[in-house]
């Protein structure tokens, strides 16, 4: 998981900015700017677009302070406004992702290994993996976003993006299944006479 | 376990379990083909999962705060950027109209010394120089005929300059420079 941030002060952070406290505000931008950014990619077709849907949720956090509960997750009322941010973008401009064409996708360091078959195999599967990945319907990519690669809890990942728990799962599975099978496509376990 | 509850399992299960789960994990002992297919997906799944968070904004935060809260301003109170609209628009009105007068003071001065300026003339009596020589000179020294340099019938040793005071002065002072450098002794 990228960020684990205790969203208790979180919360507080967002009421002090209710209350006016100027400072409050860039306080949670600073905080939650890589998280934000991290949700954002799910919505986005490379790192440009999500730093578009980066800056306008926090437009609309800013402009909706007023409307937080305080009984409510700050991360999840702030997921839920990135999830809009990032649909009503989508919505506008209907592009397809394509993430990983990104050169700031490319990775840091290649890991070590010496045995250079596993090294191809491993590199094709990354390759594989992240336009399976892209490929997936909207709300398949984001459940499989949240869960299985930013680790949330799929009850968690139900809370956030308002959706029925069963329905999270389903498409978890849905998105798993799709991906997986794709991947492991010559596995003779999968062979249907 | 076979291969094909393996690989359902697989598809259905957590990532972290497609290898660490005991049934998996004991069919994959002896399946090489199960047990390559599991770390496939686990290592491909943490590998997207790391490059994925290994992406960073373009954007600081710091802009991000600012430009949040200047576009809900700007959006949520239409007067206040006309207000900066207006302000701006009238510093530069007052900053065009400064630079105006300005302009026009100097110009209008200008034309005032060419145009309207009285016009007197003034004997200047020269040391050494003769009369066509600071005739010569004072023609020179000043652009254009803004000056009228004559000599007087009743005296070798002076002339007339008829022209505003302002250009009057220049000519004296330029023939006083060359006057005063003469050698009387040699008259």
Not at chain 1, 71 to 91: F, K, M, N, P
């Amino acid at each position: 998981v990228l960020i684990q941030l205790p969203d208790t002060d979180t919360g507080e952070i967002v009421l002090r900015a209710v209350r006016g406290d100027s400072s409050a505000f860039e306080q949670l931008v600073t905080r939650l700017h890589l998280r934000v950014f991290r949700w954002a990619l799910a919505f986005a077709s490379d790192p440009d677009e999500a730093d578009d849907i980066v800056q306008e949720t926090f437009v609309l956090v800013y402009r909706r302070l007023s409307q937080f509960r305080a009984d409510g997750s700050a991360a999840a009322w702030i997921y839920r406004i990135t999830r809009h941010a990032g649909l009503e973008r989508r919505r506008a401009f209907g592009r397809r992702a394509r993430l990983a064409a990104s050169p700031r996708a490319l990775p840091e360091r290649t890991a070590y290994t010496t045995d250079p078959g596993a090294r191809v195999d491993r590199a094709s599967a990354v390759a594989l993996i992240r336009l399976y990945f892209e490929d997936l319907p909207p709300r398949q990519r984001e459940i499989f976003d949240l869960v299985d690669l930013q680790g949330y809890d799929p009850a968690e990942a139900a809370k956030m993006t308002s959706l029925n728990p069963n329905t999270v799962r389903a498409n978890l599975f849905k998105a798993r299944a799709t991906i997986r099978a794709r991947m492991i496509a010559g596995h003779p376990g999968l062979f249907v006479p | 376990m076979n291969c094909e509850s393996c690989a359902t399992a697989m598809l259905m299960t957590a990532p972290v379990n497609a290898l660490h789960d005991p049934d998996i994990e004991m069919h994959c002992r002896d399946c090489p083909s199960c047990s390559r297919a599991a770390t496939r997906i686990l290592t491909a799944t943490e590998e997207l999962t790391r490059e994925l968070d290994r992406m960073r904004p373009g954007v600081d935060a710091r802009t991000v705060s600012i430009v949040a809260r200047m576009v809900r301003t700007f959006q949520g109170r239409p007067w206040v950027s006309r207000a900066v609209v207006s302000e701006i628009v009238l510093v530069l009105a007052i900053v065009a109209v400064f630079f105006g007068v300005r302009v026009f003071s100097s110009v209008r001065a200008e034309v005032f010394r060419l145009t309207k300026a009285p016009v007197r003339e003034e004997v200047v009596a020269l040391s050494c120089l003769s009369p066509d020589q600071a005739i010569g000179l004072a023609t020179r020294s000043l652009e254009g005929p803004r000056v009228v340099a004559s000599t007087l019938p009743a005296s070798t040793h002076s002339i007339a300059i008829r022209g505003t005071d302002v250009d009057r002065a220049h000519v004296v002072e330029m023939i006083g420079i060359v006057d005063l450098g003469c050698d009387k002794s040699r008259k």
